[in-house]
Structure formats: structure tokens, C-alpha cells
């Protein structure tokens, strides 16, 4: 049995599988995204927060355990709601002070 194909046909099945590899990421960022929402509002874990936020994970703790911060326990993962995020920030922020 001979195995040899040609390069063109080979390259068009390399394209066919790779279409196939994009559309399979498309469908699973798609459920992702719908996994991390409650009520159509997009969720941040942990990790999220600390790099958007560029704090430690103590300083996260401290804004939890002082009601700064509200959070969502779900399976005994943390989440924050995106609009809760953009509220701590909004209330966090204090403009410089004119003398």
C-alpha cells in the first residue's frame, strides 16, 4: 500500500482541521463566557481580580472581610460581579487633594 499524497492535498486537509480547531475555540470561549455570568453579568474569580487589580491576595481578603467587596461563593470558588468590581473602584479612587 502506497501512502504518498501530494503536498496541495495534504495542505488542504491541514487548513480543513485547523477551520475545525477555530471554530471548536469559538464554541468553547463562547461557553466559558456563559459559565462565568450570573444574570448576564460577566464574573471574576480570584486570579482575575489580583492581576486587574494588581493587589495581594491578603489586600483582596481584607476588602472581602471589611464588606468592601462583595463576593460569590459557587462550588468554594470566589467570584466577584464585574459591576461590584467597578463600584469598589469607583468608591476606592480619591482624586489628589488641591493646597
Not at 499524497?5 to 469559538?26: N, Q, S
Not at 495581594?56 to 461590584?84: A, E, F, M, V, W
Amino acid at each position: 500500500m502506497n501512502m504518498n499524497i501530494d503536498r496541495i492535498e495534504f495542505i488542504a486537509w491541514m487548513e480543513r482541521i485547523l477551520e475545525r480547531l477555530d471554530l471548536l475555540k469559538e464554541h468553547i470561549d463562547e461557553s466559558k463566557r456563559s459559565l462565568n455570568s450570573i444574570d448576564g453579568e460577566e464574573l471574576l474569580d480570584n486570579q482575575d481580580l489580583l492581576q486587574m487589580l494588581k493587589i495581594s491576595n491578603r489586600s483582596l481578603q481584607r476588602y472581602r472581610s471589611i464588606g468592601k467587596l462583595p463576593y460569590y461563593t459557587i462550588s468554594g470558588k470566589l467570584y466577584y460581579k464585574l459591576s461590584d468590581v467597578h463600584q469598589f473602584i469607583r468608591e476606592s479612587f480619591n482624586p489628589p487633594s488641591i493646597k
